[in-house]
T-cell receptor, first 114, second 112 residues
Framework: NAGVMQNPRHLVRRRGQEARLRCSPM?????VYWYRQLPEEGLKFMVY????????ESGMPKERFSAEFPKEGPSILRIQQVVRGDSAAYFC????????????FGSGTRLTVV | QKEVEQDPGPLSVPEGAIVSLNCTYS??????FMWYRQYSRKGPELLMY????GNKEDGRFTAQVDKSSKYISLFIRDSQPSDSATYLC????????????FGKGTTLSVSS
């Protein structure tokens, strides 16, 4: 019974490139959350999605960041024209329904912008 | 004032000690309180979940919530080297999938 799968585990991008982070939720989970963890900072909420629907994107930067969770396939967090400040660990979590305690987190994608 | 304050530590204790980890918060609307454990280079793992005020015990772990003081605690009894990790408190006001607000985490080291 696989948990939340994130890939890649590590991603290196040059400034100005695009970064695509993938998240496959646990089987039976239809709700996905993305969080970002900056060095010396706590986890910060970015976006909450259901299949084909963004429920809450109040934590997403207004520019360059987007997220989707299509009917088929993983959820994608996309960062366009990356800058050094985007270097962080990005965590995805999933739950079977809207929940604030039943989160299961993946192991994260560590993005380094050089 | 930040919504959730947590002393980052590091906190170092000998094996077998009782550990107390704490968070304070400012938003009186918070109703759901959680503690996560995060090992290095891993994702957070839910340890304890509490609704509103009171205590909850699970094995060596006890979570306490004091809403009147806006203060939550996690106690670890008989600490083990395997408890060495970063502990994150998290909280939210609404059950329907709203964002969790996390503390910065406290790094704990238990020496054998």
């Amino acid at each position: 019974n696989a948990g939340v799968m994130q890939n890649p585990r590590h991603l290196v991008r040059r400034r100005g490139q695009e970064a695509r982070l993938r998240c496959s939720p646990m089987k039976g989970h239809s709700h996905v959350y993305w969080y970002r963890q900056l060095p010396e900072e706590g986890l910060k909420f970015m976006v909450y999605l259901q299949k084909e629907n963004i429920i809450d994107e109040s934590g997403m930067p207004k520019e360059r960041f987007s997220a989707e969770f299509p009917k088929e396939g993983p959820s994608i967090l996309r960062i366009q024209q990356v800058v050094r400040g985007d270097s962080a660990a990005y965590f995805c979590a999933s739950s079977p329904q809207g929940s604030n305690y039943g989160y299961t987190f993946g192991s994260g994608t560590r993005l380094t912008v050089v | 004032q930040k919504e959730v304050e947590q002393d980052p530590g590091p906190l170092s204790v000998p094996e077998g000690a009782i550990v107390s980890l704490n968070c304070t918060y400012s938003n009186s609307a918070f109703q759901y309180f959680m503690w996560y454990r995060q090992y290095s280079r891993k994702g957070p793992e839910l340890l304890m979940y509490t609704y509103s005020s009171g205590n909850k015990e699970d094995g060596r772990f006890t979570a306490q919530v004091d809403k009147s003081s806006k203060y939550i605690s996690l106690f670890i009894r008989d600490s083990q080297p395997s408890d060495s990790a970063t502990y994150l408190c998290a909280m939210t006001s609404n059950q329907a999938g709203t964002a969790l607000i996390f503390g910065k985490g406290t790094t704990l080291s238990v020496s054998s």
